[in-house]
């Protein structure tokens, strides 16, 4: 080989064979990410392949997946709107056009490239398989953007941009995880990512009554437990320690009692016994510790609005999980009626509310609580809302309503 060849620099890396474009940069704006830059997870620099990331062992191929035929791309961006259908029902994201991708901005690793295909597809292509994965959305078509939550408390973003250059031809789609680590995410990521290409997306996971998702970790048995009285002694022992967890300062000792608390008292993942003797030990005494602090977060006042920060909405929601698995599991016959008082009233709200994961495990409580309640009537009024929020926007909801509409009108029948 030749002095010459030796001298030479090696090739750009490239996206699926092709040259990376000029548009990725691994400088960030600051200004247009703000607090939100801290919460990133995953290398900044990486360069994204715009291929759907697979978590199965196949071949690599360097094929490309798209064309990279140049179009002429519009200057100026259209307005974008959300809109509503007649009665305030939300109908999806109804985005008109992206943004163009900035100069300055590193496309995480999970992104995808939609060649010759519009923002509006593209945008209800997303809507449609967040609904049905039951992932609570909040969407800002201004900057073309979607606020994610799932079931397992996990935060993500997904944003939209028209490709620029070689790639003006299509819509760039990128999720970036913010907060949380949950196996569920991956197949998540995955499914959006396909559904926004138009490809058929995995099946949804099987989930659990809680919602949450059911395979992410193998059940516990609790077969070898004879005795109702050693369920019992466990149960004591895990809220003890988790009582330590909550005396403990800081948000990440509060958040794993919570996570801690929403796995013993959840059924599919504990056992039947297990959950059972959690739960009432959590709900049994007014003196109760850990109960007092899982009722005083679910009985913060929703309506407060921005005076709850991201941290202290995760936290409710955590605890929400909990009661709902409590007062599911515990077999009351009647729910005490000192914790009616104190989280009915909030539960309505809930359920009127635009945060469908909230709504669902709303909803969750209140099925428990039919039996003595002293207006059924305003109760199947809040589920009818919460039904249609979650007809539009959220399955897991839609299915919760209404069973709970069904069990109120045999009552008032």
Known sequence: MSNDDSDKKPPVPSFSGHAMPMNISTDVDEDELGEETTRRIGAPSFQPSFEPVSFSAQPFSAAPTFSTAPQKASATPMPVTMTMKSGGKPSGWK?????????????DRTATFVART?????????????????????????????????????????????????????????????FGSSVGFCEDSTAILDAAQGKMPPPPPSLGRSGSNANALPPVSDVEDDEEDDASAASISSLDFVAKMFRHPGLDSHLLALQTLSSLTDPAKMGAKTAKAVAKALLDGASNEIGNEIVTLVATDPSRGAAIDEDDDGRRLLALTILSNALTVAGYAVVPPILRERVRPV??????????????????????????????GELHVAMQKALATGEARHASLYKQAKVCMEKIERRLN
């Open 118 to 178: 519009s923002a509006t597809t593209v945008a209800q292509r997303i809507s449609d398989i967040l609904r049905e994965r039951s992932i609570d959305a909040s969407f800002d078509s201004m900057k073309a953007k979607v606020t994610c939550r799932t079931a397992d408390n996990v935060d993500f973003r997904i944003r939209l941009y028209r490709g620029r250059n070689q790639y003006s031809h299509g819509i760039i789609v990128e999720v970036q995880r913010r």
């Open 347 to 376: 539960l309505l709200k809930d359920l009127a509310s635009n945060k469908t994961q909230m709504a669902f495990l709303a909803a969750r409580c209140i099925e428990a609580m039919l039996d003595g309640d002293h207006d059924l």
């Open 95 to 107: 985005l008109v056009d992206a943004p163009i991708l900035p100069e300055f901005h590193p496309l």
